[in-house]
C-alpha cells in the first residue's frame, strides 16, 4: 500500500506542479511539493492508523502546530527582509549572495527563538549539544 500512495502522490504532484507552475511559477512548484507531502503524510497515517489501531496523533499535533508557527512567522519575517533591503538586479553577484545568506541567518535565529518561546524542547538540546562540544580554555 505504501507504493501505491507513493506512486498515487507523484501523479498529483506532477498534476499540481502543471497547474501552480503558470500562475506562481518557482512558487507554485514548491507549493504544489508541499500540498503533497502533506496530503502523503495524512493518507499514510490514515491507513497506518486504520491497521494497527493505536497510532494516536495527539503526541504529534502540538509539536507540529508548534513547528508550522514557527516556520510560518520565520517565512514572513524573510520574506519582508528580502523584499524591503533587496539589492537591484544590477547589482553584483556577491553584494546578492551575502544579503541572502544575511537573511538566512537571521531567519535561522527568528525561527529559534520562536521554537524556544513556543515550548519546543529540540532547539534547547541543539544548543546543549553544541555548549558541550565547545569546551572552555
Known amino acids: 500500500t505504501p507504493i501505491k500512495i507513493a506512486g498515487i502522490m507523484a501523479g498529483l504532484n506532477l498534476i499540481l506542479n502543471l497547474l501552480f507552475m503558470i500562475p506562481l511559477k ?3 512548484l514548491a507549493l504544489a511539493t508541499a500540498v503533497c507531502a502533506v496530503a502523503n503524510l495524512a493518507v499514510l497515517s490514515y491507513f497506518l492508523r486504520k491497521r494497527i489501531n493505536i497510532l494516536s496523533i495527539n503526541p504529534f499535533l502540538y509539536p507540529a502546530i508548534r513547528n ?3 516556520a510560518l512567522i520565520m517565512g514572513a519575517a524573510c520574506w519582508y527582509l528580502w523584499r524591503r533591503f533587496a539589492l537591484p538586479a544590477a ?7 551575502l544579503m541572502l545568506i544575511a537573511v ?5 535565529f527568528i525561527y529559534l527563538g520562536f521554537s524556544l518561546i513556543l515550548g519546543a524542547k529540540e532547539p534547547r538540546e541543539i544548543i546543549d549539544n553544541i ?3 565547545i569546551k572552555p580554555v
Open 104 to 108: 538566512i541567518s537571521i531567519g535561522f
Open 26 to 28: 518557482e512558487a507554485g
Open 131 to 133: 555548549k558541550g562540544k
Open 91 to 97: 547589482s553584483n553577484v556577491p553584494a546578492q549572495a
Open 68 to 70: 508550522s508557527a514557527s
